[in-house]
T-cell receptor, first 114, second 111 residues
Framework: NAGVMQNPRHLVRRRGQEARLRCSPM?????VYWYRQLPEEGLKFMVY????????ESGMPKERFSAEFPKEGPSILRIQQVVRGDSAAYFC????????????FGEGSWLTVV | EDKVVQSPLSLVVHEGDTVTLNCSYE??????LLWYKQEKKAPTFLFML????IEKKSGRLSSILDKKELFSILNITATQTGDSAVYLC???????????FGSGTQLTVLP
């Protein structure tokens, strides 16, 4: 049973470019979460999605960041016009649903903005 | 605002030592507390605690929750170099749609 799959694992972008990070949840999981981990900091919630719906984006920066989880295909976290401060590890997690379900994390996508 | 605080921030021990990691929380509508181990990649799930005073155990790791005093501890006995990692504590917050994480405890086990 494959775990949460993220790609790319590492991504280098120049300032002003776009970054697209993809996440396929565990089989049977319909809930996807994105977290960001800045260097030397803990994980911070960004957004929670179910298929075709953004349920909670309270942790998402208001500009340049967007997320989707289409009916078919992986969830995508998109960062437009990247800046150096976007350099971080972006973790996707999935769960079967709420409440009380443990969420399982992917290996992360490390974004470096140069 | 919900808060999870871990201590110590870092810890260096020698193989064979026993360590205790602490996690205190202030969470509205508390449901559960989770422990994860992170070794430079995906946080891997260790324990989920929902009831006070009931120890959960997995090999050399164990954890317990005190809902009255609002904290949890993670114990690791007979530590090994492979236990070196960041240990994260988290609690579902808000409407349980997100986890609030502590900043982690960096454990280093020296041979």
């Amino acid at each position: 049973n494959a775990g949460v799959m993220q790609n790319p694992r590492h991504l280098v972008r120049r300032r002003g470019q776009e970054a697209r990070l993809r996440c396929s949840p565990m089989k049977g999981h319909s809930h996807v979460y994105w977290y960001r981990q800045l260097p030397e900091e803990g994980l911070k919630f960004m957004v929670y999605l179910q298929k075709e719906n953004i349920i909670d984006e309270s942790g998402m920066p208001k500009e340049r960041f967007s997320a989707e989880f289409p009916k078919e295909g992986p969830s995508i976290l998109r960062i437009q016009q990247v800046v150096r401060g976007d350099s971080a590890a972006y973790f996707c997690a999935s769960s079967p649903g709420l409440p009380g379900n443990t969420i399982y994390f992917g290996e992360g996508s490390w974004l470096t903005v140069v | 605002e919900d808060k999870v605080v871990q201590s110590p921030l870092s810890l260096v021990v020698h193989e064979g030592d026993t360590v205790t990691l602490n996690c205190s929380y202030e969470v509205t509508n508390f449901r559960s507390l989770l422990w994860y181990k992170q070794e430079k990649k995906a946080p891997t799930f260790l324990f989920m605690l929902t009831s006070s005073g009931i120890e959960k155990k997995s090999g050399r790791l164990s954890s317990i929750l005190d809902k009255k005093e609002l904290f949890s501890i993670l114990n690791i006995t007979a530590t090994q170099t492979g236990d070196s990692a960041v240990y994260l504590c988290a609690a579902p917050s808000g409407s349980a749609r997100q986890l609030t994480f502590g900043s982690g405890t960096q454990l280093t086990v020296l041979p």
